[in-house]
């Protein structure tokens, strides 16, 4: 990826209950999967978990799934799975 941007695309996550009600994700769902990054990047790799800003970016679709190409200064965080073990 050239000039500083990233292809996500948002997690949303629906919950079934035991019961079968569906709740859906949340409307202004933050969390996004990095599917390319930009050239240099050494924070965000491809495959991570970030915090975005809500509506930065640019809606695109590719082999039919919905993406969003967000330059780099709105990602606000880079999420690190905890594995700590607590005793």
Request: glycine content about 6%; some cysteine.
């Amino acid at each position: 990826m050239k000039n500083n941007f990233f292809l996500i695309k948002e997690i949303n996550e629906e919950t079934v209950t035991d019961s079968g009600i569906i709740i859906p994700a949340d409307k202004y769902e933050r969390r996004a999967k990095v599917y390319a990054v930009c050239e240099d990047e050494d924070v965000v790799n491809v495959g991570d978990t970030v915090i975005k800003n809500v509506g930065r970016g640019t809606p695109i679709v590719l082999n039919g799934e919905e993406y969003e190409m967000l330059h780099k200064d709105f990602i606000m965080a880079v999420l690190v799975e905890n594995n700590m073990n607590d005793e």
